[in-house]
């Protein structure tokens, strides 16, 4: 059967060739829109999920606190939230020194630090440019660089040094694993442990966050859960509640819109297509009317030549999908990184499967709506005119 | 005669006309045997084609019987008289009605398309070796590859003849087979199906309006004034 919807599609090869052509365009459309969608998450919502934190994120400001009484209210977050992520997060506004040697240089750099805990990951989407981006339990004394602060050759398992007080002895850090947070300056996060050896703390000068990942729509429920815990650990949040930090819901919104209209443009065309389809096969069917007849003198039934008429529209749309995932596969591989960023979070965009599959889906139900009546007035040719001049 | 391959028992038929009916002929009787050719003659508007195509399963009598092979077929469903067409009945068209965008084998192997696998036993299978044998029988082997715009109405005729006898059908009918051809090209495709029909037993129908067609057969009989008369042979 194959055999024979491909050489109906064969013997009228301008007419096959203009029909794929109006079927393209909207398939196009369809595969675009969704093979879009993938890069566009990957690009720009790997982005904001790089710099703000990922999908879901919340920060509660909190008040000075002691490390066991933060980890605490991160711990008793982290359960109280199902597992979800939690993790407190004390920047301090006095920079530590870091060097790059074995042992302490005067020669030192300022490094903005992060004390906190957890997989980084969990929280950002930071590529991973070498080692672990976890914290583990803060022993032995390990430091996470970002891409800025280990430029000057530090690797995992390198050593750095730095006081933890101002003016205090060097203590040596491990560097555990260097990511990609997307700050061009130094940046390092220590384990949220060590925090409290700095000999005091300004308290003036220090920001406590605890920030916390749920599905964006549990979020009001989350904020009642999390006060309750950092209570629940000494911690008094005041009138502070969480507030959700990422973008990506404002992205994808605005990607939604657009989505849209790109959509109904591709119904637009889909339609106009089948409609064009549905016209050169009823003058088909008018100029084929005598072979047809003559296969089911010859022994076709109404069902065989139902599928004859309507399967090769079918295999046409078959070949416009490919064609039309060819063409995006093709600008995505070969057009896209040469706009995309150097380096980043987002990832080379994958063969669009998905798009594939809606394409398809797109242009079989405008072969089919275009080729139904075709394919019933085939059904229908009397079978007796085989035998009539 | 041999055992009846085909029968028809008080056949009739109409068409519309103006206000009423016309009446193309009534309780035509006919027997044919396997291994027996006969031809229906018959001027113009006789209804000749008519009684073809009620021998041919490709319209339901209003009256009478159709048997084939010992089976009453008259009242078939739409696709069961399609299966009995494909598995029973050969068709030689005058207009020899070959696919033009099928070469030659492609356009013989038109009715194993829509054989059951076990009759048909695969395109690359026994059928396909038939084709390439009949088109060898018919003198073209060898241009299996060819389209028919590239062969003579004679050849295309001939090819037609190989597409009618594919799936070894018991009966074969032919409307006007030599119609489109010149007299020589048809005496030879002539022989050739009668030939055929007579090697391998096969019930051979020919509807004609040429008396020198109809002297080639077993047994001729003439449809006129509504009826359907055998005439003696000499």
Known sequence: MIGTLWADLRAQRLRSVLTGLSMLVGVLVVVGISAASAVVDDVFVASAEQKDGIAGSHVLTLPPATATQALDAAELTHRRLGGAPARLEVSTTNPLMLSAHDAPDPDLRSVETLWTSGNLTDFHRYPVLAGSPDLGTGLPAVVILNAAAAEVGLQPGDSVWTPLADGGTPTRLTVSGIVDDGHASPRMWAPLALWELQQPPDPASTQTLLRFVVPPEKGADAAVAVTAAVAAAGVDPGAEQPVRVDRVGELRESLSFMQAVFSAVAVAALLVSALGLLNIGLASIAERSRELVVRRALGARRSHLFIQVMGSSLLLAVIVTVVAVGLVVGLMHLAAPLWLPEGGAHRVPAVPWEAFGLGLSAAALTAALGSALPAWKATRLPVADALRR | ?234
Do not use: W
């Not at chain 2, 030689?92 to 059951?116: E, G, K, M, R, W």
């Not at chain 2, 009949?134 to 109405?153: E, I, K, Y």
């Open chain 2, 1 to 234: 005669m041999s055992v009846p391959v085909l029968e028809l028992r008080g056949l009739s038929a109409s068409f519309p006309s103006g206000q009423g009916r016309r009446t193309l002929f009534t309780d035509v009787d006919l027997t044919v045997g396997g291994g027996e050719t006969a031809a229906i003659l018959g001027r113009s508007g006789s209804g000749k084609t008519t009684l073809l195509t009620l021998l041919g399963l490709m319209q339901r009598p209003e009256h009478g019987t159709i048997t084939l092979a010992g089976r009453d077929v008259s009242s078939l469903s739409d696709a069961d008289a399609a299966r009995l067409r494909n598995r029973h009945i050969g068709f030689v068209f005058q207009n020899y009605s070959l696919i033009p965008h099928l070469s030659v084998l492609d356009n013989v192997l038109v009715p194993a398309t829509y054989a059951p696998r076990d009759v048909a036993g695969g395109r690359r299978g026994r059928v396909r070796r038939r084709a390439e044998d009949l088109l060898d029988a018919v003198g073209l082997g060898g241009r299996g590859q060819d389209l028919p715009l590239r062969l003579s109405g004679g050849e295309q005729q001939r090819v037609a003849i190989a597409r009618a006898l594919l799936l070894e059908p018991a009966v074969v009918l032919a409307d006007e087979p030599t119609g489109a051809l010149d007299e020589q090209t048809g005496a030879r495709v002539l022989d050739m199906l009668v030939a055929t029909a007579r090697h391998e037993g096969r019930c051979l129908v020919v509807v004609t309006h040429d008396d020198a067609v109809a002297g080639v057969m077993d047994r001729v009989f003439r449809l006129g004034e509504g009826t359907l008369r055998e005439e003696d042979r000499p």
